[in-house]
């Protein structure tokens, strides 16, 4: 009998002899040469030859024994068992046949490289890797840098016994697998001499979210293995794929530097077969693939999802181990199979929540304004204030619920992580509410006395989905969520589109049926990925401050300077939204952080005025072409360049906010054409954040000098009422429902249709009453964007609305 294949004599239908990952490194080694993907060659010990193995040394019994009488929940007994039955397998000898045709297949693959000694790693591929209902992938063994026929045999003989592993005679128990219905073969494949490059996976979808338009990859450098046993915080790469193969984009749409502080190497002469080293300082500092390596092997990663889901018929996303050789710059593919989690997952759904206690009145706390419709429970979280320099410090777990005065941007990351946020002030577009929203998290703004009335640890419910008004409840109250199909929402005429902020949701957001993004707001990725005041970043070594320099210095590492690492941070955080949205509009709008909000970023104190209003102050397009922000304007337009023009993401639109007048406008142009962007070219589009009533009056003029309107009712809400809507001593006057602002967004309709020029709204109105959406629609709004919270409940009204007037007609 055969035990051993050429790695190259496997394919797919061979699953059962050889294992997922051996059938399909065989597979990919007949058909996908053609490509120019690089895969090691090596040989195949078959299942077969492992079952013989167990017969030849009479361990059947013994394990299947062992196995029955352990119960896999006791941890003690667990360990005992499979340290038995990994002692016995490895006690084992190799039938004399088996071993002379190991051996000679070995020194058929040192003639191969024309050497008389080649090192080889030794994998474990399981028959059953990749059943319909559970995956045991990941659960046996690899060896690395196996060098010569006595280690050879060793490994391979570990390998048999790393199919039972204490997790893998669990799991396999748990689903009621019986041991002996599952084989194990094992691939002998040439070493890369990625100990002198780098290594790690990469999957031809998002990972989180299932997302399927995106190459993400992982790395580090040395060896694989520190990657997939997740001993390393690795480099992370992802790269949008329908833009990969046209022509010279470059759609590396995001990059993370990881701490890479350990590799794993070859030992020495001597030493175990591998060892962990700390990693250089320098090599800490760099991405462990360069731009044009992630492209390549991002494209490999495409290759190989489009040519098994053209074998299997259907979509088919893959879960790839690749690695760089140090010697020779090569890149290899060492593992391929099919990803076992998202590819079987059919979610479509959105969830909505319903308070169940009729009694829970006699809880009540306290209650204030509703942001959002979902309900959350956790221990209060009590925090007076807090200071961007020791935000990593505070004591806040994820979970908790955030209970304080009121909000800024450097709160954000302790925001991210609760499960609720009540504050004192405020009202529905604060910045706790705003925050909140993009998080799909619950907030209850202006409470008045929140943090007199909740207590530091204890457990409270908090609700927004009973109106208007914001419940909090002590203790646990019982809720439940309702999954809606998202297939099943009607299509309305009136577009609806999405305020997506945060790049770290843009791909879970990808699949409901939007028509795009109406608000992407830069200040977001600003505050949470590039977490420095922009002047700073251009010239804080200037500023004399070691504090400042050190958290810039640290900040930076892997980019160069202040000004590449903002662009590319912030082009990053813009293209994962467009990405995700392509090919439909994402209104991207140039920052609008207030004076008070940028001074309190690290570096701001340095470059921001004291202002009585910043409300209504040095913000939006006024900042753009001031001397004393163009440069940071001009890192903007830089990045949305990159963004359009290098990466290919053309459906990125820009809007300006808080332009008062025609001549600002133009203003603005010449500092965008300064660095670079020129309204037309490339088929760049240009939006006017319609918010000021100046824009309303003047809409013929700035009409002739736009592609479009978007309604920034929050703050038109603001001007035309004349009240400050983070004050919530006058919150109940605030309605976007007011007949003087109606009265606005009406005129502006009128003439932007007049002018040909569209005209839409990505204020909340609309996603809070549904009375303001039928308003909207019936004034022949073009678009309407919400945020995701939302979307259910406005599209649903906005059909209804859109029946009605059907009807009416008919009628």
């Known amino acids: 009998m055969s035990y051993t294949l050429k790695l190259n004599e496997a394919g797919l239908n061979d699953i059962d002899k050889v294992g997922g990952k051996n059938a399909s490194l065989g597979q ?57 039955i990994r002692g016995l397998i490895r006690d084992g000898h190799f039938p004399q046949s088996m071993r002379t045709e190991v051996i000679n297949a070995y020194a058929d693959l040192c003639n191969y490289y024309g050497k008389n000694n080649v090192d080889v790693a030794v994998r474990s591929s399981a028959t059953a890797e990749d059943l319909p209902d559970v995956s045991f992938a990941g659960q046996q063994d690899t060896y690395l840098n196996v060098s010569g026929t006595a280690d050879l045999m060793d490994a391979i003989r570990n390998c048999f016994a790393s199919l039972f592993t204490d997790r893998a005679i669990s799991y396999r128990k748990s689903f009621g697998y019986d041991g002996f219905l599952i084989g194990l073969s094992v691939c002998v494949q040439k070493m890369v001499r990625s100990d002198l490059g780098a290594s790690g996976v990469a999957f031809s979808l998002d990972t989180e979210s299932g997302f399927k338009d995106v190459v993400v990859i992982n790395g580090s450098f040395g060896l694989g293995e520190m990657v997939v046993q997740g001993a390393v915080k690795p480099d992370e790469f992802t790269v949008f794929k329908p833009l990969l193969d046209k022509g010279d984009l470059r759609p590396l749409i995001e990059k993370k530097l990881g701490d890479k502080n350990q590799k794993m190497v070859y030992g020495a002469v001597g030493e175990a077969r591998v060892k962990v080293i700390e990693t250089s300082e320098a090599d800490r500092e760099r991405f462990c693939l360069t731009d044009d390596e992630t492209l390549k092997l991002a494209t490999w990663v495409t290759s190989i999802e489009r040519y098994y889901a053209t074998l299997k018929g259907k979509w088919c996303p893959m879960d790839v181990e690749w690695a760089l050789d140090g010697e020779s710059g090569e890149l290899f593919i060492v593992q391929a199979r099919p990803e076992t989690i998202h590819s079987r997952k059919a979610d479509n759904s959105i969830t909505v929540y319903h308070m169940e206690d009729a009694s829970r009145a006699e809880h009540l706390i306290l209650q204030g304004i509703a942001v959002g419709d979902k309900i959350a ?270 990466m290919g993401l053309k459906n990125v639109v820009v809007m300006i906010p808080f332009c008062r007048t025609i001549s600002e406008l133009m203003l603005v142009y010449d500092t965008m054409r300064e660095y670079g962007l020129v309204r037309g070219q490339e088929g760049l589009e240009v939006f006017l954040m319609a918010e000021v009533p100046s824009n309303v009056i003047l809409a013929e003029q700035f009409a002739k000098h736009i592609d479009g309107f978007s309604i920034g009712s929050n703050d038109l809400t603001q001007l035309v009422l004349g009240l400050d809507r983070d004050s919530a001593l006058v919150a109940g006057l605030y309605n976007e429902r007011n007949d003087a602002v109606k009265s606005m967004i009406s005129q502006l309709i009128r003439t932007a249709k007049k002018a040909g020029v569209k005209v839409g709204i990505c204020g909340q109105g609309p996603s809070d009453y549904p009375d303001f959406a039928q308003f909207l629609v019936e004034e022949g709004i073009d678009s309407l964007s919400v945020t995701p919270d939302s979307f259910l409940k406005t599209v649903e009204a906005i059909d209804k609305i859109e029946r009605q007037k059907v009807l009416a007609k008919a009628v």
Not at 28 to 44: C, D, R, S, V
Not at 67 to 74: A, H, M, P
Not at 483 to 511: I, Q, R
């Open 28 to 84: 990919m080694l007949q058909n996908l040469g053609l490509l120019g993907i690089n895969i090691p060659f090596g040989f195949i010990i078959t299942a077969q030859a492992y079952y013989d193995f167990i017969t030849h040394n009479h361990l059947t019994t013994h394990i299947t024994n062992l196995i029955s009488k352990t119960d896999v929940n006791d941890l003690v007994q667990l360990k005992q068992c499979g340290r038995t």
């Open 377 to 646: 429970d956790g221990k209060v979280r009590l925090l007076h204030h807090i200071d961007s320099t020791d935000i990593a410090h505070v004591d806040f777990n994820a979970g908790d619920v955030l209970v304080t005065d009121m909000t800024d941007p450097d709160w954000e990351p302790l925001m991210k992580k609760a499960a609720a946020i009540i504050t004192n002030k405020g009202g529905r577009t604060c910045h706790a509410a705003i925050v909140a929203r993009e998080l799909g998290v619950p907030a209850i703004v202006g409470c008045g006395n929140a943090t007199e009335l909740l207590n530091d640890g204890m457990l409270i419910t908090a609700s927004c989905a009973e109106g208007d008004n914001g419940m909090v409840y002590a203790g646990k109250i019982n809720y439940t969520m309702h999954e809606h199909d998202l297939s099943l929402l009607p299509e309305t005429a009136t577009p609806v589109m999405m305020n997506v902020a945060s790049p770290d949701v843009a791909f879970k957001l990808a699949g409901y049926p939007h028509r795009g993004v109406g608000l992407a707001r830069e200040e977001f990725v600003i505050n949470n990925y590039i977490k420095i005041h922009p002047q700073a970043l251009l010239g804080y070594k200037e500023l004399n401050d070691e504090a400042l320099t050190l958290q810039i210095t640290e900040a930076i590492k892997g980019y160069g300077d202040g000004e590449t690492y903002f662009i590319e941070k912030l082009s990053y955080g813009v293209a994962k939204i467009a990405a995700a949205f392509y090919p439909q509009k994402v209104i991207v709008r140039f920052s609008d952080f207030k004076t008070n909000e940028y001074y309190n970023m690290p570096g701001g104190s340095y470059f921001e005025p004291a202002e009585e209003n910043p409300m209504i102050g040095w913000r939006g397009a006024s900042r753009y072409y001031s001397g004393a922000y163009k440069a940071s304007f001009g890192m903007e337009c830089k990045a949305i360049k990159k963004v359009r023009e290098v």
